[in-house]
């Protein structure tokens, strides 16, 4: 399992020109549907990041890979035996890609209220999230949050109702830290 990170402040105009030329007509559709240039870009940003990191761990030119959907919204690549996802948040894309099935999520670690967690995590999340002190809780509620968003993302399903009732393997959940986002990678390795 390897991850890949892009600030899409960085990326340029022809960058950007380019990689949309690339994606199927579908996606150049619903990126233009896009009120706002930051929706766009980022959208963009993913693709982008995705058929790299894909073509790196493939060793095959990016534009070789041909990304579709299931009917659940999970993108794959057709014919070829790799596994990835994509998220974004604010200023930042990331990109997991593996052998299996993979999930990725990213937050940025902000105030929240944090009364969210009695609806949506369970007994033994709302536990570790008031489990130390005060200024961690955010940090904590954020943990928490991509590691079911990751975990949802790795079975294809998309979010539920029953987040409540998620209780995801933790075991299987890789966390990383940069700056004031916290992502979570799910697999089973």
């Known amino acids: 399992m390897v991850w890949f990170k892009l600030n899409v402040h960085k990326l340029s105009q022809s960058e950007y020109?380019?990689?949309?030329?690339?994606a199927s007509p579908e996606k150049q559709q619903r990126i233009t549907?896009?009120?706002?240039?930051?929706?766009?870009?980022r959208?963009?940003?993913g693709e982008m990041l995705a058929k790299k990191s894909i073509a790196e761990t493939l060793n095959i030119a990016p534009e070789e890979i041909i990304i579709k959907v299931t009917s659940q919204g999970k993108p794959y690549v057709e014919d070829r035996p790799i596994h990835f996802?994509?998220?974004h948040c604010e200023?930042?894309?990331?990109?997991?890609?593996n052998e299996k099935e993979i999930g990725i999520d990213i937050e940025k670690i902000r105030d929240v209220n944090l009364s969210i967690a009695e609806r949506f995590f369970t007994h033994s999340e709302r536990e570790y999230l008031n489990n130390g002190d005060t200024a961690d809780k955010n940090k904590r509620f954020f943990e928490i949050w991509t590691a079911k968003e990751a975990y949802l993302k790795w079975l294809g399903s998309g979010i539920t109702d029953e987040l409540s009732k998620l209780d995801v393997p933790q075991a299987n959940v890789k966390r990383f830290y940069f700056e004031d986002y916290v992502v979570a990678v799910y697999t089973e390795e």
Do not use: P, Q, T
């Not at 020109?17 to 690339?22: F, R, V």
């Open 17 to 22: 020109n380019k990689w949309i030329s690339l």
């Open 33 to 41: 549907r896009f009120c706002h240039e930051g929706d766009k870009k």
């Open 91 to 97: 200023d930042y894309v990331v990109c997991a890609v």
């Open 43 to 45: 959208s963009v940003a």
């Open 85 to 87: 996802n994509i998220s």
